[in-house]
């Protein structure tokens, strides 16, 4: 059942014009940037927490080494990561507010 959908859909792009042509359209390049961007961004946040959390000493373990500057600088990298990241969340539902009113109408929620 699957490789029939998705043989339909290759035969669906295929007959458009490509892959080029699917993406022509302003509006998906931009979602699939921003979702690129956000991806990114999550494994860049999801890696330095990681780091930050079960690797790097905290407080009086580091006693002043080379470690306590990588870790505040990599706190200070995960900080303006997670802003932008939030900045890429907002973009994407923005993008996606035509849907959201829509399902939001027929579901009956707003008028």
Known sequence: MFSNLAGKLLKGIYRTGGINAYMSNGKSSNLWIVNTISFLLFVFL???GLINWLVLPRGYEARG????SLRH???GLHEWAGLIFMAMIATHIALHWPYVK?????HG???
Do not use: A, D, M, R
Not at 102 to 106: A, D, E, G, T, V
């Open 102 to 106: 829509s399902n939001l109408k027929k």
């Open 65 to 68: 080494n080379y470690l306590v």
């Open 46 to 48: 999801f890696s330095t």
């Open 73 to 75: 600088f990599l706190i």
């Open 109 to 111: 929620i707003i008028n």
